[in-house]
């Protein structure tokens, strides 16, 4: 789904890089600096910082999880370059539901803290 809101047309675009397993094009729309934090492990995740690092990770997520999909449930955006994205995480043995609050600068996905129902 394609949107008018430039905040969430580049969380739409993220998440198609991801479902299709584009590591390139998923990386092409973050910054050099990104902050990654992720869902695990309990009770905080881990905190990956700079585009290798996250690279590394995200990378890693999808070689491990071929039929990995990401369904976004509802994004919403309040203009100053933050976003809420809530979604389903498939990997085809089961799912988990959660949420990212994205920070954007310009143009580019700067920071995303993931946050997992337990």
Not at 11 to 18: I, K, N, P, S, Y
Not at 66 to 80: C, H, L, N
């Amino acid at each position: 789904m394609q949107t008018p809101d430039p905040i969430l047309g580049l969380m739409d675009r993220f998440t198609a890089a991801l479902n299709a397993h584009d590591l390139d094009a998923v990386l092409a729309l973050v910054t050099d600096d990104i902050v990654f934090e992720s869902t695990s492990p309990s009770p905080d995740g881990t905190r990956y910082q700079g585009r290798a690092a996250v690279a590394q990770v995200w990378g890693d997520l999808l070689a491990s999880t071929p039929k990995a999909r990401f369904t976004v449930e509802e994004q919403f955006s309040d203009g100053s370059g933050r976003a809420v994205v809530r979604w389903r995480y498939d990997w085809g043995e089961g799912y988990v539901r959660g949420v990212d609050i994205i920070r954007i600068r310009d143009g580019r996905l700067a920071e995303s803290l993931a946050y997992v129902k337990g």
